[in-house]
């Protein structure tokens, strides 16, 4: 059936089932790939998205209960990298292989949005559900809060201080 | 000083030099063509002579370096061009990076594993930017009519101080083409003082697409007309199909292709299984969940965690199989001892889990099968293929794409050889795609073992008698993989009378490499044990440690090589106890081994540990509530892997990275079989460490004058025995099993 989706602030419609999960809409047939499939279950985070602000597993919400919503994805989050998590990201240099780091980032960024200086506490309980297999958590968290430092140092409008331009980054 | 990477100089490698269309520099590195052939039967001579060289230059001064080796979250595809642009003096920061491909007429060791990548490719790569320096020196030279001699080069420019002239690399590049290219052999690289950009912290190459999503890895691979495949295996390893409703799967919505794939025995490629194919790879799942096959189990089927423990149990007490090694006289110096300790150590199974699921594309056309592959083997990737499919090598080309993690699960090849049946039998191109439930219950298990040691110490505390009977899997002299244990495993050469002694059963189950492969387990039985012998000795572990590395009995005469057996990688080399000693005086140091009191419940352990070239010494810091709650404080980690660490940023990584995989294996990880099949399927069941359990991980380095070795793997190891012996430091419990999920720390 006709299904359509407001993802990234564009509304597309595609023809799928309505229980297809959001993850697989958003993948194999919207062709946005930033967002992973890792266990299907909702137990490890690699699918994470934001609809209406709130970190979402993809995996496990059928497109029908999605229609309606603002879906984010990370290719919405800032398409330059440039939303404070991700600045964070790339200052500290936290991936490794880099396949949880989608599902990471949307869901720190969900936490700094409603917790905009979480504690170490505060960020192991908004973070557990994150699977990272190359356990690269001691810098997610470090970059979690240096994202809270920049976005207090930077306030923005909008999904979190995303909008800034920066200088043009070669890589 | 002669060292193992130095031993790797007789490559018969030879430069190929090209003027790119356009302008510009390429520069190639062969390997001999007659052994490109004996590799891989025939060469290429259509290949595009503008893929896959090393560098490139163009005239606008962009300087392009091809990784070649699987990226898999290491770092090597920023490392590897480190090294070409470090001895180039190309401004790194304007460096573009790209994947290669699988090209064995041009690349070496295109593989990720055993942490070779450093040793192997160390002097090698320097070598290609030395050799594309000294071409665009030599060009400017010739335009200037000055000495080489006289030029100097910085950040993509040579300069020549004494006329005050420079010229950019775009500029010389060329005319640097239609220099001679210099002999690799020879070519004078930088003294180590010289260096700029090895040994400083670099960043990820792929970072800025990592953190934007941009489709970089095996999963969001995409080709014009593929469909989505899964692949329905036997649970027990090696079924094979006997009936399947395949006619009614064909018939279910956006399913193009539904298949019975007959496969054959060996469990390392293509078994019996099932092929679905469609528009879509969910609705492939809603097919698959309609599936009915009824499977021949074959003879595995009656395999079970508790038959195996039950076995081991009944071999334990039996005469050991085989001898693996044995010094003096074990159990005279046991029958001496002053104190005489038992124990058995156990660990399970467990899989590699990465978290991208095992996937691969592939596209049969005109007799060629194009493939793109996270394989952290690719060239065995590209055989199997061949094998399976009936082709030749060099019909499969292999693209090489970034894996979501491999830990050793991709260096086995099953996947490759699925998609590539898949795609020749449908003609479109495949995408396969694993469930995380087909990844967990097909893996190549990290083997299970149980470990019978004896060990005694005289009246001085020091040990006389060491002994284990390891019970594994495998049939007659044969371990099964990664389930053996070598004769030099520590603390052989370390005490005088030692034996070694194994017992195999049967195994119907995958086994292969994962990250420290034999050491990730050993070191927990081994170093477990040896703490033991230290509180029998009455003495600071950690100071009991050093006195076992001091009582080193003289070396074997070295084995003959076989005759005429071909030159394989780096050469092993042995253990070098001042090496060890170094690390772990540091990080006695670091870690405030003795220095602290800590309240009951709190304690530190310590292990040290050798594997792929690295040395490795630990101390971890556990704190453990009267209810049994186990909480890992800190970890201090002290790392001897040379005299370089190439990249810091990313080393650091590694070394984190594996001390917290450590922990994980040991605090929860455990696959078990029953009916012949795993039992586990997803992270509900199969727990990974989360972010909350991570402790803060502090990472040293000793830098000795040795050649630089990896360090994907050997932090790991020692962090499994260290905290385990942090669990008996602070509670009095000795912990001989693992996962800790499953034993009891309660204490009064």
New interface residues.
């Given amino acids: 059936m006709a299904i359509s989706l407001k993802v990234n602030g564009t509304v597309r419609t595609i023809d799928?089932?309505p229980e297809?999960?959001l993850l697989?809409a958003l993948r194999?047939?919207l062709?946005?790939?930033?967002?992973?499939?890792?266990?299907?279950?909702s137990?490890?985070g690699?699918c994470t998205v934001h609809v209406n602000g709130v970190a979402t597993r993809s995996c496990q919400t059928p497109v029908s209960r999605a229609q309606g919503a603002d879906i984010t994805?990370?290719?919405g989050?800032?398409?330059?990298?440039l939303h404070a998590v991700?600045k964070a990201?790339?200052e500290l240099?936290v991936?490794?292989?880099?396949?949880?780091?989608?599902g990471q980032?949307m869901a720190a960024a969900a936490l700094l949005s409603k917790t905009p200086k979480p504690t170490d506490a505060e960020?192991?309980?908004a973070?557990?559900?994150?699977?990272?297999?190359?356990?690269?958590?001691?810098?997610?968290?470090a970059a979690i809060h240096r994202a809270a430092d920049i976005k207090a140092s930077a306030p923005m409008t909008g999904t979190g201080g995303a909008n800034k331009p920066g200088s043009p980054?070669?890589? | 000083m002669t060292t193992q990477t130095e031993s790797q100089v007789t490559r018969r490698d030879f430069l190929r030099v090209s003027a790119l269309v356009g302008g510009g520099l390429m520069l190639a590195s062969y390997a001999d063509p007659l052994e490109a052939v004996e590799r891989i039967g025939a060469l290429n001579a259509a290949a595009d002579p503008t893929l896959n060289a090393y560098v490139r230059i163009t005239p606008d001064g962009i300087v392009t370096i091809i990784a070649q080796n699987p990226e898999?979250?290491?770092?090597i595809k920023t490392m590897l061009p480190m090294l070409i642009a470090e001895e180039l003096d190309a401004d790194w920061?304007?460096v573009r990076v790209e994947q290669g491909d699988l090209d064995s007429t041009k690349f070496r060791g295109q593989s990720a594993g055993g942490s070779t990548a450093t040793p192997t490719h160390y002097m090698p790569m320097r070598r290609v930017g030395a050799a594309a320096r000294a071409m665009l020196v030599g060009a400017a030279a010739k335009q200037w009519n000055v000495p080489a001699s006289e030029l100097e080069t910085d950040k993509g420019v040579v300069h020549h101080r004494a006329s005050k002239r420079s010229a950019t690399y775009g500029s010389l590049a060329t005319a640097a083409a239609t220099m001679p290219a210099p002999d690799l052999a020879t070519i004078p690289l930088k003294d180590p003082k010289q260096f700029k950009l090895i040994g400083t912290k670099q960043?990820?190459?792929?970072?800025?697409g990592?953190?934007?999503?941009?489709?970089?890895?095996g999963?969001?691979v995409?080709v014009p007309g593929m469909k989505?495949a899964s692949f329905v295996k036997c649970p027990v390893y090696g079924g094979k199909v006997k009936t399947a409703n395949v006619e009614a799967i064909k018939a279910m919505?956006g399913i193009t292709h539904a298949f019975v794939v007959p496969g054959g025995t060996a469990l390392t490629g293509l078994l019996g299984g099932v092929a679905i194919v469609g528009n879509?790879?969910?609705?492939v799942q809603?097919a698959r969940k309609k599936l009915i096959v009824t499977w021949d189990e074959g003879a595995t089927a009656s395999q079970s965690s508790a038959g195996f423990a039950a076995k081991a149990a009944e071999l334990s007490i039996l005469p050991p199989q085989r001898s693996l090694r044995k010094d003096g006289d074990p159990d005279a110096a046991l029958a001496n001892a002053a104190k005489v300790v038992k124990a058995a150590y156990v660990y399970p199974f467990i899989s590699h889990?990465?978290?991208?699921?095992q996937n691969c594309t592939a596209h049969f056309k005109d007799g060629v099968c194009e493939m793109w592959s996270t394989s952290q083997t690719p060239e065995g990737g590209r055989g199997l293929v061949a094998s399976t499919l009936g082709i030749k090598p060099e019909q499969v080309i292999v693209h090489m794409v970034?894996?979501?993690?491999?830990?050793g699960r991709r260096l086995s090849n099953d996947y490759m050889a699925e998609a590539a049946w898949i795609a020749k039998e449908t003609g479109v191109p495949v995408k396969l795609?694993w469930?995380?439930e087909d990844d967990m219950q097909h893996d190549f298990y990290r083997p299970g073992g149980f470990h019978y040691f004896t060990g005694g110490v005289d009246a001085n505390g020091k040990v006389v008698a060491f002994k284990d009977h390891f019970v594994s899997f495998g049939e007659g002299e044969r371990f099964a993989s990664s389930a053996d244990l070598g004769a030099t495993e520590f603390p052989a050469r370390y005490v005088p009378n030692l034996a070694f002694e194994s017992s195999v059963m049967p195994l119907g189950v995958p086994t292969g490499a994962l990250r420290a492969p034999r050491s990730n387990a050993l070191s927990f039985a081994f170093h477990g044990f040896i703490d033991e012998l230290a509180v029998a000795a009455g003495k600071d572990p950690l100071q009991f440690r050093i006195d076992l590395l001091n009582s080193e009995m003289p070396a074997p005469p070295p084995a003959p090589a076989p005759a005429g057996a071909p030159p394989r990688g780096p050469q092993p080399v042995g253990f070098d106890s001042a090496r060890m000693r170094g690390v772990l005086e540091q990080v006695r140091d670091v870690s405030g081994w003795g220095k602290t009191a800590l309240p009951k419940g709190t304690g530190m352990g310590v292990a040290f540990y050798f594997s792929h070239r690295g040395y490795f010494a630990e101390v971890v810091q556990a704190t453990v509530s009267k209810a049994g709650v186990l909480k890992v404080d800190k970890v201090w980690a002290v790392g001897d892997v040379g005299s370089e660490i190439i990249n810091p940023?990313h080393a650091e990584?590694?070394v984190?990275?594996a001390?917290?995989?450590g922990l994980?294996q040991a605090l929860a990880q455990e696959v078990t079989f029953a009916g012949g099949a795993a039992e586990q399927a997803?992270?509900?069941t199969y727990q990974?460490?989360?972010?909350?359990q991570?402790p803060?991980?502090e990472v040293h380095w000793r830098k000795t004058e040795f050649a630089p070795t990896g360090i994907g793997e050997p932090a790991l190891p020692p962090v499994i025995p260290a905290l385990v012996n942090a669990i008996y430091a602070a509670t009095g419990k000795r912990v001989r099993q693992i996962p800790l999920s499953k034993v009891d720390l309660r204490w009064t």
């Fill in positions: 799928v089932p297809m999960p697989w194999d047939e062709d946005l790939k930033g967002t992973k499939y890792g266990c299907g279950v137990r490890c690699a994805t990370i290719e989050l800032s398409p330059d990298g991700q990201w790339k240099d991936p490794q292989c880099g396949y949880c780091q989608a980032i960020i192991d309980t973070m557990n559900t994150n699977l990272c297999r190359c356990a690269t958590y001691l810098r997610i968290k980054d070669p890589r | 898999i979250g290491q770092g920061a304007t960043k990820t190459y792929d970072l800025k990592i953190i934007t999503g941009k489709p970089m890895f999963i969001d995409t989505y919505p879509n790879w969910w609705l809603q889990a990465p978290l991208e699921p970034r894996a979501g993690g491999g830990f795609l469930s995380r940023n990584q590694q984190q990275g001390v917290i995989d994980s997803n992270f509900n990974l460490l989360r972010m909350r991570a803060p991980v």
